[in-house]
Structures are given as structure tokens and as C-alpha cells.
T-cell receptor, first 112, second 118 residues
Framework: AQSVTQPDIHITVSEGASLELRCNYS??????LFWYVQSPGQGLQLLLK??????LVQGIKGFEAEFKRSQSSFNLRKPSVHWSDAAEYFC??????????FGAGTRLTVKP | GAGVSQSPSNKVTEKGKDVELRCDPI?????LYWYRQSLGQGLEFLIY????????KSGLPSDRFSAERTGGSVSTLTIQRTQQEDSAVYLC????????????????FGPGTRLTVL
């Protein structure tokens, strides 16, 4: 069955520091991959997606992610974190059954 | 324009009672999804509606869960005889059409309904 693993439950970084959130997936076919962000009291917002083509995808708010098929990974990165980036981040893999499988999420705390 | 709205925002109920959760998708969106987000867990797919097609109910955890979508717009998720393990945030999302088509249409999520079963 398809699955997504986000190994880090909680990450704390200092404002201005770089960020990498890890995501590993398990899926037999070419995956559709997504990163969503959920701010407190807000709905999920799509940051970026990968369907095909260039394995480095750019998203909103200065985020990017790289699809590495050999590692079954789709890690999210940002070169300089802002306090407003504090939120819960979810990685998801799209399947051919009209559903998405989400990871458990990584909570990001940003220190001043 | 308005985004996806859900009501109520919070619902506290007693074990064994039935509850109804409502989702108003973005106007014109033909696809509608329900997910469940439990504490410390990822989002769990429940059910998917696309236009007039039969819904994909493959994610519903038991026959106590059902959903309908009236007139291709508003959707109601019903949980009968609620159990404590049903406590979670229930999220609704809508998109223009089936997301997995080659021209991807983003799913827009509502703020969710937090259900607490005592």
C-alpha cells in the first residue's frame, strides 16, 4: 500500500537559518508528490507539487523540493526561514485511486 | 471569492449519538473530498465525489460513516453511533475536477470541524 513517512515530528530552527524537512514515500508507480502547510487555525495550503519533468520544483513562499527517485524522497527546503513559516507541514503522495496519502506531519518551530 | 467552508467548527457529542458535518465547496468545483486528521496522524482519505459519478467510498472506516452531496455542491458527512475513536478534525477539500488528471487542479481545504466524542 502507498505510504508516506515524515521522520521528524518536530523541528526547531532559528529565524534566518536554512530548513530541510524530510519526506519518504512508498509507491509502486510514478508518484504524484505534494507538500502542504497548515498554519494554526487555518486550512491546508498547497506549497508545491511534483508530477513529472524537472525534479526540482519551486513553490510558494520561497520553498522548493527535490524528487529523488533512487531515494524515494521528496524533501522540502528553504534557504532562510521566517518566523511566519512556523506551522505544520505535510507531505503527500497521490495515487491512482483518487486519494492522497498524507504523512503524519512535521511541526516547525522558529526561534527568534 | 469565498473558500471552502465547514460547519460547525467544533462539535462535542456523547458516545452513541449521531453527528452531521457540513462542507460548502468553492462554487463551480466539481470534485469534493473528505479527510480525517487524528492527533499525531496524517490526513486519512475518507470519500471522494466527482460530478455526477458514484462516489469513491473506499476510505470510509466503517458503515457508521456515510456522506452525500446534494446538487453537486454541499456535502454532509454523517457519523452514526459515534465512538471515542471518531474524535478528530474532519477536513473537506474541493477542486475544479479530478486532481489526478494531467492538468492538475489544486485541492482547496476548508478549516475543518473538530469533533470530540465524550
Amino acid at each position: 500500500a502507498q505510504s508516506v513517512t515524515q521522520p521528524d515530528i518536530h523541528i526547531t530552527v532559528s529565524e534566518g537559518a536554512s530548513l530541510e524537512l524530510r519526506c519518504n514515500y512508498s509507491y509502486g508507480a510514478t508518484p504524484y508528490l505534494f507538500w502542504y502547510v497548515q498554519s494554526p487555525g487555518q486550512g491546508l495550503q498547497l506549497l508545491l507539487k511534483y508530477f513529472s519533468g524537472d525534479t526540482l520544483v519551486q513553490g510558494i513562499k520561497g520553498f522548493e523540493a527535490e524528487f529523488k527517485r533512487s531515494q524515494s524522497s521528496f524533501n522540502l527546503r528553504k534557504p532562510s526561514v521566517h518566523w511566519s513559516d512556523a506551522a505544520e507541514y505535510f507531505c503527500a503522495v497521490g495515487t491512482n485511486n483518487n486519494d492522497m496519502r498524507f504523512g503524519a506531519g512535521t511541526r516547525l518551530t522558529v526561534k527568534p | 471569492g469565498a473558500g471552502v467552508s465547514q460547519s460547525p467548527s467544533n462539535k462535542v457529542t456523547e458516545k452513541g449519538k449521531d453527528v452531521e458535518l457540513r462542507c460548502d465547496p468553492i462554487s463551480g468545483h466539481t470534485a469534493l473530498y473528505w479527510y480525517r486528521q487524528s492527533l499525531g496522524q496524517g490526513l486519512e482519505f475518507l470519500i471522494y465525489f466527482q460530478g455526477n459519478s458514484a462516489p469513491d467510498k473506499s476510505g470510509l472506516p466503517s458503515d457508521r460513516f456515510s456522506a452525500e452531496r446534494t446538487g453537486g455542491s454541499v456535502s454532509t458527512l454523517t457519523i452514526q453511533r459515534t465512538q471515542q475513536e471518531d474524535s478528530a478534525v474532519y477536513l473537506c477539500a474541493s477542486s475544479l475536477r479530478d486532481w489526478k488528471w494531467s492538468s492538475y487542479n489544486e485541492q482547496f481545504f476548508g478549516p475543518g470541524t473538530r469533533l470530540t466524542v465524550l
